[in-house]
């Protein structure tokens, strides 16, 4: 049984009180906190290992394999239930740090679609563990051959300048002016090419692959109660219409 106050103007304040009778428990069970189940990657993904590498991060989904293993030996069958994950690289550990958005299930003809909070882990650790590949080296390479060229063009246009003494004009012949316009004009090429070499591979990070397959442990850190997605729409509703009438009282069904 609840009650709920109805103010009244000028008078004592009284409480409604309304029978919960026919109001029925959850149809599912709570899963509590540090529940984990045995899950095997069918998505995987090139998780970004950038220092900005968490604020990007790469969608991936497991499916569950295993009873969910609670507390005090108790477990519950989500077997065939999808997890939807996120994840990112960590270049230290070398691992794909993973972590859970969503589960959804279907079961006895019911529907569960929720969020839930949680990591992946595999073989005991949490993440996945990876190979960190860099994909910049033939960029960078490129950026060293246009910086080289632009070292030669540079010579070649100071060594075509001839040197006069102190208060003397320089002449400059026909060869001398090909051979500056050649240096100069292969020094400014070759030091902008250099200039987007070097721009195209700050574009590039590293990343940790990680391939579907892998049998992995998916951890459940904050409990969380399982729903359906006709409960859910229920408690909305109800919750709206506790929102637009705060202090109007629950009838009363009446007994029979």
């Known amino acids: 049984m ?13 409480k409604v009180f309304t029978r919960n009778e026919g109001k029925q428990g959850p149809s ?3 899963i509590p906190s540090g529940s984990f189940a045995k899950a095997m990657l069918i998505e995987g993904a090139d998780a970004n290992a950038s ?9 991936m989904q497991l499916r569950i394999t295993g009873l969910v293993e609670m507390p ?19 270049v230290s550990s070398e691992r794909a740090i993973v972590r859970t958005r969503n589960i959804s299930c279907l079961k006895n003809g019911k ?16 993440g996945i563990k990876g190979e960190v ?36 004009t ?34 590039y990070h590293p990343v940790i692959p ?17 729903k359906t997605v006709e409960e859910m729409a229920l408690e909305r509703t109800q919750s709206r219409a506790e929102e637009d009438n705060p202090e109007s009282p629950v009838p009363v069904p009446p007994s029979g």
């Open 210 to 226: 990680i391939g579907a397959g892998n049998e992995v442990t998916v951890v459940f850190q904050d409990g969380f109660q399982l």
């Open 72 to 90: 005090n030996s108790k477990t519950y069958d989500a077997t065939g239930c999808f997890v939807g994950l996120e994840a990112w690289g960590d």
């Open 28 to 30: 599912l069970p709570y």
């Open 170 to 203: 320089a002449a400059y012949g026909a060869g001398d002016v090909l051979k500056m316009g050649i240096g100069g004009g292969a020094s400014k090429a070759a030091q902008t090419l250099s200039d987007y070499y070097i721009k195209r591979a700050e574009q």
């Open 2 to 14: 609840t009650y709920q106050s109805v103010p009244v103007p000028n008078r004592i304040q009284r």
């Open 133 to 168: 590949v860099m994909r910049n080296g033939k960029i960078l390479g490129w950026a060293w051959g246009a910086g080289f060229v632009d070292g030669i063009g540079q010579g070649m246009e100071r060594a075509s300048q001839p040197a006069v003494g102190l208060g003397a």
């Open 111 to 126: 529907t569960i679609d929720m969020p839930i909070k949680g990591h992946v882990s595999f073989r005991g650790k949490n």
């Open 51 to 59: 220092v900005t590498g968490n604020e990007s991060t790469v969608p």
